[in-house]
């Protein structure tokens, strides 16, 4: 999907009061991830949309929506493990060209990943692939970290 920069805007606008109303404090966690996949999957379609949970040293395979994906990515490892290991966004425009990448599926050709904080630490990271190259940019970052920030509040 083609957007220009006031339409990702708009739609991220619209998207983020998606979010806000279907999360839910009496719900658990696990549902809220879930659904912020869901809302942010069927916004944008992109190939793959997911959460990793922080499980130790590595980050386990959680909600997502798109293909079959990587159940386990240590820590500093790939792109999220990447993101994990230095508590920032990482925009990759092309994987390719990302050392260390992982690829789960060869159909990925530029990523985001988000990391999800929880009282100061990393519990979680948001990650999305396009099959598109120059996907993503800090628009996506700037309201990705909102979305996140609603979820573990």
């Known amino acids: 999907m083609s957007l220009s920069q006031a339409e990702k805007h708009a739609l991220y606008q619209s998207l983020v009061k998606q979010i806000a109303a279907l999360i839910d404090p009496n719900a658990s966690e696990l549902s809220n991830y879930a659904n912020v996949c869901a809302a942010i999957q069927t916004a944008f379609k992109h190939w793959w949309c997911g ?53 789960c599926s060869s159909e990925s050709n530029s990523e985001i990943v988000v990391p999800v904080f929880k009282q100061g630490t990393i519990v979680a990271v948001l990650d999305i692939d396009s099959i598109y190259f120059n996907t993503f940019d800090e628009v996506d970052a700037l309201y990705l970290e909102q979305i996140v920030a609603m979820i573990n509040v």
Do not use: D, M
């Not at 993101?83 to 992982?102: D, Q, R, T, Y």
């Open 51 to 103: 959460f990793y949970f922080v499980n130790g040293e590595r980050l386990t395979l959680g909600p997502f929506q798109g293909p079959v994906a990587c159940t386990s990515i240590g820590f500093n490892k790939g792109v999220c493990g990447t993101a994990w290991a230095k508590a920032h966004s990482i925009i990759v425009p092309n994987v390719h060209e990302f050392e260390g990448h992982i690829a």
